[in-house]
């Protein structure tokens, strides 16, 4: 839970494709964001029925079930506050109509009243199609209308991506051509964990267990704890990374070296 006494008087709204989605590429900003008082809500379009990694341990008829459960205890580990969930196909948002997409991204807006938004870029950051059908479902609907947040998209610098993609690649993490790596100029907003909060990432990542497990097993914790130790997002077009940046306490985020 956050801390009542926090100075973070926000709240940030995570946009994404499928649970898990946002331990991975935000975790650290989100359980940061929570820890100094900010509301932190996120909304996912699946209930990632697809994700099937390990059907022997995890059976494909009992995964929604299951990843709902992991999810419940991943969003507790960061400490975030409240999500919705809608139950559009795992591995078929491109299908969805746009439209359809966007006003489920607008309803959220006006429900939640974000000063912050936080979701994939266009490249959905692996490249899997419903990564990049969210992002554009989020784009339209700030296209659409004057919410006065800001915008951001998850990105891989170009350091994490030549240290951690190509031992990744050994589990087809990233489909061809991507992640698209940015150099740190390009990079607007980053996140460095300390001690406490890569646990709490750790923690997080571990109870996506039906996804996770096996990278544990594969890497190991050392590999999983730098893996996890720093995030970068840059801002939208069109957006300002002020709201952002000025606000909070400066152990939140950090601009690019």
């Not at 929570?34 to 379009?45: E, I, K, P, Q, S």
Request: net charge negative; glycine share 8%.
């Amino acid at each position: 839970m956050n801390d009542p006494g926090g100075s973070y008087r926000k709240t940030i709204l995570g946009v994404w494709a499928h649970p898990d989605d946002e331990v991975f590429v935000a975790g650290g900003l989100l359980a940061a964001a929570a820890r100094l008082g900010a509301r932190v809500v996120c909304a996912y379009a699946t209930r990632g029925e697809r994700g099937v990694q390990e059907g022997h341990r995890f059976p494909a008829a009992l995964l929604p079930r299951i990843r709902g459960s992991e999810l419940a205890r991943g969003l507790a580990a960061l400490g975030v506050d409240a999500q919705y969930q809608m139950s559009f196909p795992d591995a078929g948002l491109e299908r969805v109509p746009p439209k359809e997409g966007t006003r489920w991204v607008s309803e959220l807006l006006d429900l939640v009243r974000p000063e912050i938004v936080v979701t994939f870029g266009p490249d959905g950051v692996t490249g899997h199609p419903d990564h990049r059908a969210l992002s554009g479902w989020v784009g339209d609907a700030f296209a659409e209308r004057a919410t006065g947040a800001t915008l951001l998209h998850a990105a891989v610098a170009d350091e994490w991506h030549d240290r951690f993609v190509p031992a990744l690649q050994e589990f087809n993490a990233f489909l061809p051509g991507y992640p698209i790596a940015y150099d740190s100029a390009a990079v607007d907003v980053r996140v460095d964990l300390d001690d406490r909060l890569i646990d709490m990432k750790l923690a997080a990542l571990r109870a996506h267990k039906s996804q996770t497990a096996r990278l544990f097993r594969a890497f190991g914790d050392d590999f999983m704890r730098e893996l996890s130790a720093r995030e970068s997002f840059r801002v939208a077009a069109g957006n300002s990374a002020s709201e952002l940046l000025a606000a909070p306490p400066p152990d939140l985020v950090a601009p690019p070296l």
